[in-house]
């Protein structure tokens, strides 16, 4: 099979057409540096991406906190663990970095904070 993604790994945002058969690259071409062809095999073989949400925060001075997580997971499984990440509720005050579900669903990722939010008084 043949496809046309576009690279994310470097600011070139290569457009690059693949060849692949199930799960084996096959050819790579239109990437100009050797990440794209990494970056190809990787999304035949075990795409990953990253997810940004927010969780509810109780007692603080805003409603939600933004979050993301601390490493890629697989891209099948965003649907479970933003579930997982709507069941979170957290405590004010919160601070960047904070991990708010270490581990989540066992795929070696954390739920990290990326905003402060400071308790209501």
Do not use: F, W
């Not at 099979?1 to 692949?20: A, D, S, V």
């Not at 906190?65 to 509720?89: F, Q």
Request: charged share 25%.
């Amino acid at each position: 099979m043949n496809r046309t993604m576009t690279c994310i790994l470097c600011p070139n945002g290569c457009e690059m057409t693949i060849e692949y058969k199930e799960k084996e690259l096959l050819s790579v071409c239109g990437n100009r540096c050797p990440k794209g062809a990494s970056y190809a095999e990787q999304e035949i073989k075990n795409p990953m991406r990253n997810i940004a949400s927010s969780v509810l925060v109780k007692g603080g001075d805003l409603p939600l906190c933004s979050v993301r997580l601390s490493a890629p997971i697989p891209r099948e499984k965003i649907p479970e663990v933003m579930e997982e990440i709507r069941r979170i509720t957290v405590s004010a005050p919160v601070s960047i970095g904070d991990v708010l579900a270490p581990n989540v669903l066992g795929l070696g990722s954390d739920v990290i904070a990326t905003r402060n939010i400071e308790k209501l008084h």
